[in-house]
């Protein structure tokens, strides 16, 4: 139950309505992303694309997600949220509806990279948003509930495609002329729901002399090792996952458009439920009395354990295991994300923007090169395999960083600035 400690009756409700919009601005961000993916066999058939080139496209979304990353970022510790977070909304619909227009591959890059680069608005200014309104014990599953849009999204996505191009006999530019138009109800929403107030940050209180800070700098150092290496491997993994499954099942295993569309949404349903189960989870072992760091390297343990099914991969082939390989390792790969933002929401309560935006960078650069790898390996080998197998047993090392990198609790505040969720 989200709500605020300030002993009101009102407050809560509006808080829940503030984590619905969150949880319906991930989903617009997705719509918009997935789009391409869910269209991808159309778009390479029509633009004679090889792997490499489509390759390319998520390459440079991510090189200017990363560029957007940062400079977001910033803004989200430097302006209001309130404000902020509608604007970049509003222009990376515009791009997305912009897309429906592309004449050739250079137009459909170009699109593809300035998309990316206002996309990259949504995670700094939600999570700032949940970072204030969310105790830290409770923030797993807040971000659960925030990154479960994402799959949201990307269950109506496959299925307003296959609406339109399947049963309307449409263009696949269609769909993303709708998509583009959705997020403007959300601007009035958000807008008529927020107040300036909910975004006020309150002053931490300052601990102890220099032997407290010379700990609290080996802690900072630490944590973001942790951060860093995690989030290029989750990242990573999760992305080539949503990037490539339509056309491994389609290329590779021989299944119909429709099939994949279909499946597609099954998958990121069966995802959504694996990121609500792993912030419950976490939040659940926290109040059982575990600490606040092993509760979630717990859950995020049990996420990659689910990945680890990916590297079977090689030896299957089209039928309800490899079927089932792809939806349990979509679960684990989701699931991962709730326990990320939570821990980045532990470093700082000043600049949580440049936080995210700092490690989302980091995380799209080493992303946006791997996509471009996956899509040369794949024309090398003529097969997806082996690079989906890889995905699998990477996430491996990011456990082993939550696990040792990591600093044990050392009395974190158990309410953010303002806000509780328990």
């Not at 991808?40 to 489509?54: D, I, P």
């Not at 659960?144 to 449409?170: A, E, K, N, R």
Request: charged share 15%.
């Amino acid at each position: 139950m989200i709500g605020v400690g300030s002993g009101t009756e009102r407050l809560p409700r509006r808080v829940a309505l503030i984590a619905g919009l969150l949880l319906a601005a991930s989903a617009i961000n997705y719509m918009d992303r997935q789009t391409l993916s869910n269209v991808a066999k159309r778009v390479t058939e029509e633009f004679a694309l090889n792997n490499e080139q489509y390759g390319r496209l998520e390459e440079w979304f991510g090189y200017a997600f990363a560029a957007g990353s940062l400079l977001f970022g910033v803004l989200a510790d430097r302006m209001s949220v309130r404000w902020l977070y509608p604007a970049a909304l509003l222009a990376w619909s515009l791009v997305g509806f912009a897309t429906g227009y592309a004449r050739d591959y250079d137009d459909l890059l170009y699109c593809r990279t300035v998309l990316g680069f206002f996309e990259a608005a949504h995670w700094p200014c939600a999570l700032k948003t949940t970072q204030l309104l969310i105790s830290t014990k409770g923030r797993a599953l807040g971000n659960g509930i925030l990154q479960s849009g994402t799959s949201i999204g990307s269950i109506l996505t496959p299925v307003v495609m296959w609406w339109i191009m399947i049963q309307q006999g449409q263009s696949w530019r269609i769909g993303f002329q709708l998509v583009g138009l959705v997020g403007i109800v959300w601007i009035f929403a958000w807008i008529a729901a927020t107040r300036a107030e909910d975004f006020q940050v309150v002053p931490a209180i300052a601990t102890g002399g220099a032997g407290n800070r010379d700990a609290a700098t080996r802690d900072l150092i630490r944590r973001w090792a942790a951060v860093l290496v995690v989030v290029v491997v989750i990242n990573t993994v999760w992305q080539i996952l949503r990037a490539w499954i339509p056309l491994i099942l389609q290329k590779e295993h021989g299944y119909s458009e429709t099939q994949s569309l279909w499946f597609t949404a099954l998958w990121f349903g069966i995802s959504d439920v694996g990121c609500l189960a792993s912030g419950a989870l976490a939040w659940w072992l926290a109040v059982k009395g575990w600490s606040v760091k092993w509760s979630r390297v717990a859950t995020f343990a049990i996420c990659c354990f689910l990945c680890l099914g990916l590297v079977a991969i090689p030896w299957l082939t089209a039928g309800p295991v490899l079927l089932a390989v792809l939806l349990v390792a979509g679960a684990g790969a989701l699931g991962l994300f709730p326990i990320y933002y939570s821990f980045t929401q532990d470093i700082s309560r000043h600049h949580q923007g440049l936080v995210t935006g700092v490690a989302s960078c980091v995380a799209w650069v080493a992303s946006a090169r791997f996509q471009k790898l996956f899509g040369r390996l794949a024309d090398q080998t003529e097969s997806y395999s082996n690079g989906l197998a890889a995905a699998g047993a990477v996430t491996l090392l990011a456990l082993m960083a939550w696990a040792i990198l990591w600093p044990d609790d050392r009395g974190e505040e158990t309410h953010a600035a303002g806000g509780t969720v328990d």
